[in-house]
């Protein structure tokens, strides 16, 4: 597993605290499989302890519909990881989405695995987000 190419990040603003936080776009290539993810951090939170909310859009990325796309949505903090409705960090409803997993959906969907390699490749190797949630 690998970026395909450097992260960005922009600063962006919360639109219930309007605190200014670090928005990270980071695209994985995921080895050995015709898939690759797109994933969307947001470095804020309401909780004490500090967390980053991400989408995670995993798949073939083939259009028009990219129906074949999922997309898993989860709250990061350092103790762990806990899947909850999405998008909760990219702005409005993505084309490229494709199937929003609920939690549940996201529990028993056979990309689940990979997702989660996916969310704690990016924890690590992206230095704002491991910084923010102090992994
Ligand atoms: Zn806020």
Request: charged residues 20%.
């Amino acid at each position: 597993m690998s970026f395909d190419g450097a992260p960005q990040r922009r600063q962006a603003i919360c639109k219930s605290c309007e605190q200014e936080y670090p928005f990270i776009t980071a695209f994985v290539r995921v080895e050995q499989e015709s898939s690759s993810a797109i994933v969307y951090a947001a470095c804020h939170g309401h909780e004490p302890e500090p967390e980053a909310w991400l989408d995670v859009v995993l798949g073939p990325f083939s259009g028009p519909d990219f129906a074949d796309n999922v997309t898993f949505s989860c709250r990061v903090r350092s103790t762990g990881a806990t899947l909850v409705e999405g998008p909760v960090a990219a702005e409005g409803r993505v084309h490229y989405f494709g199937c929003m997993l609920s939690p549940e959906q996201a529990r028993s969907h056979p990309s689940g695995g990979q997702a989660w390699e996916i969310v704690t490749f990016v924890a690590t190797n992206e230095p704002t987000l491991r910084a923010w949630i102090g992994s």
